[in-house]
């Protein structure tokens, strides 16, 4: 023990040295003593400093996701030149599936210390983090604590997952509790309301996982090094599914690995048709399904149980229907918009990028412009200020002015359960109305993404990885971006980049020029008997085509 906690200790014993043996205060002085007595004060464990063999480690448990590993190799260097270096504070930020909790064991691995997991999701009570002070009856210190007598160590690598589920009530706010844990410029006196010395937490890398950074507080997130993990492309989901989501399912199933084999086709036809993600989670569960399938011709052909003289079932892209039922998502999406009045946006979510469809048509009525699909307050004003520009850009466009008079808009984004906030669906929502209006459809294969301003600026936005990623998936072949975007194309794979096309625009004018297709032949709007509602199929392919499972939509 450190002096300090030495004389508390010592202290505390001379106290139960003086206390009769059945007192209630007895038991509660020598469980006081006992976690003093079980804290790692001083031990620590050797860390590794062989660069290749650390990434060889990373390499192996995880297939893509070079940000981080960079990072942590990184580390791992400084801390060979500079053994007293204090611990970094990762925040690893990314939809579910892709990885983010299983990444910190493979650091501990990597770092050869030992590793410990504390779950903050829904955790309300300051005390969770804190303890409590030993005058209430069944005290106990708090998970940070905790955590460090059981791993045994001073320098272990603790994962912090789901730090942007933390709560609050009448107890406390954990969040502010947690911002001595990650500063590290206070750690190394970390203050425990049970045990009322301090203890040092300066050696333990810290490692926060959060799906949004919105939910953490400021304070709390100036801390800590945010490292983004948005999604996996196509391949490097078959490579996981490969390596890591077949041979683990197989052995769960009670199967040998020469007794199916899913083809590099088949695991394509899972991955596209039957999933729509940004992690694997789901992947793994449609596999899953695949491999049970298999499990049960195998225990089929053999009721003795004798396995193996049985030629191996082998699973084909044509056979995944028969397992997995029919297919539920299609590459082609925005295909079936052939309407005018109908363009496709990009939009970011906690679970990854989506596309998102801008519906607009028109009716008789007194220039009234309608808004539904339960928007933010951001997303509707991006509505009023794309509409707006068109009401005074109409000459230009080729729309008489009086047309807003005797018409109104109405404006949906399908999926109208769930919430849509944020500004950059402006270009998209821009489009729909203009190729309502000139009667010209928006290309089929162009996604869009951008804040629009009522002098028809561009303006970027965030999340363009994720968005690409989600074009990528969904067929798009050309992504409309901002221009002063272009710099975060350098974060998307070359392998999705080299699959589409990127126009950069910094005005609406280049929008339109890019994404509207040639007036038809019957030519401009005349009058409001030629507004023509959009075909009741086509809104339901429209909207049955876009994923359900998608939450809290954000453009």
Same mark, same amino acid.
């Given at each position: ?91 690893? &930020? ?312 005797? &018409? ?137 085509? &876009? ?9």
């Amino acid at each position: 023990m450190p002096p300090e906690a030495e004389k508390v200790a010592r202290k505390q014993l001379d106290r139960l040295r003086n206390i009769p043996e059945g007192s209630p205060e007895a038991s509660i002085q020598r469980t006081y003593l006992e976690w003093l007595c079980d804290l790692p004060w001083s031990k620590r464990t050797d860390d590794k400093h062989d660069l290749a063999a650390a990434r060889a480690i990373l390499e192996a448990d995880h297939w893509g996701l070079e940000k981080v590993k960079k990072r942590i190799v990184e580390y791992l260097a400084v801390r060979k030149l500079a053994p007293n270096k204090k611990g970094p504070i990762l925040c690893l &930020v990314g939809p579910p599936g892709v990885g983010k909790t299983s990444l910190g064991r493979s650091i501990a691995s990597a770092l050869g210390r030992n590793f410990a997991r504390i779950s903050l999701g829904g955790v309300r009570d300051e005390a969770e983090i804190r303890g409590h002070r030993r005058t209430y009856i069944g005290a106990l210190p708090g998970r940070i604590i905790q955590t460090m007598k059981r791993v045994g160590s001073k320098n272990p690598v603790v994962l912090l997952d789901e730090i942007d589920k933390l709560g609050a009530d009448y107890r406390g706010d954990p969040s502010s509790a947690l911002l001595e844990v990650l500063d590290p410029e206070q750690n190394n006196a970390f203050s425990d309301h049970y045990l009322e010395v301090s203890f040092d937490l300066s050696e333990v890398i810290f490692i926060a996982t959060a799906n949004t950074l919105e939910t953490i507080p400021l304070a709390l997130l100036d801390r800590m090094e945010v490292i983004e993990i948005p999604g996996y492309t196509l391949s490097e989901k078959q490579k996981i599914a490969e390596r890591h989501l077949i041979p683990k399912q197989i052995g769960e199933h009670g199967l040998k690995s020469g007794q199916v084999v899913i083809t590099e086709p088949a695991t394509i036809e899972v991955i596209e048709r039957y999933t729509r993600e940004a992690g694997v989670r789901n992947l793994e569960r449609e596999l899953a399904s695949v491999i049970r399938g298999v499990a049960m011709k195998v225990a089929e052909q053999s009721p003795t149980g004798n396995l193996s003289d049985k030629p191996p079932i082998s699973v084909d892209r044509n056979d995944v229907a028969e397992y997995l039922g029919p297919v539920r998502f299609f590459r082609d999406l925005a295909e079936h918009l052939q309407i005018p009045g109908v363009a496709t946006g990009l939009a970011w979510t906690p679970v990854g990028g989506d596309i998102l469809f801008i519906e607009a048509t028109a009716m008789p009525g007194k220039g009234k412009l309608s808004l539904t699909g339960k928007l933010g307050d951001v997303m509707k004003e991006s509505a009023q200020a794309a509409m707006s520009w068109v009401r005074a850009h109409s000459q230009e466009l080729g729309i008489d002015p009086s047309f807003f008079e005797s &018409v109104d808009i109405h404006l949906h984004v399908p999926q109208g359960a769930i919430s849509k906030d944020g500004p950059s669906a402006g270009v998209a929502m821009l489009s729909a109305i203009v190729s309502l209006l000139t009667n010209r459809r928006v290309r089929s294969n162009v996604a869009m993404t951008g804040e629009v301003t009522l002098r028809g600026a561009v303006l970027p936005v965030g999340g363009i990885k994720s968005k690409v990623l989600a074009a990528h998936r969904a067929g798009i072949t050309t992504v409309i971006l901002p221009e002063r975007n272009a710099k975060d194309l350098i974060e998307v794979p070359e392998e999705v980049r080299k699959d589409l096309t990127f126009i950069k625009v910094n005005n609406v004018r280049a929008v339109l020029d890019s994404v509207l297709e040639a007036a038809d032949s019957a030519g401009e709007r005349k009058d409001t008997s030629e507004v023509s509602p959009i075909p009741e199929v086509a809104v339901t392919d429209v909207i049955s085509s &876009v994923p359900r499972s998608v939450p809290l939509p954000r453009t």
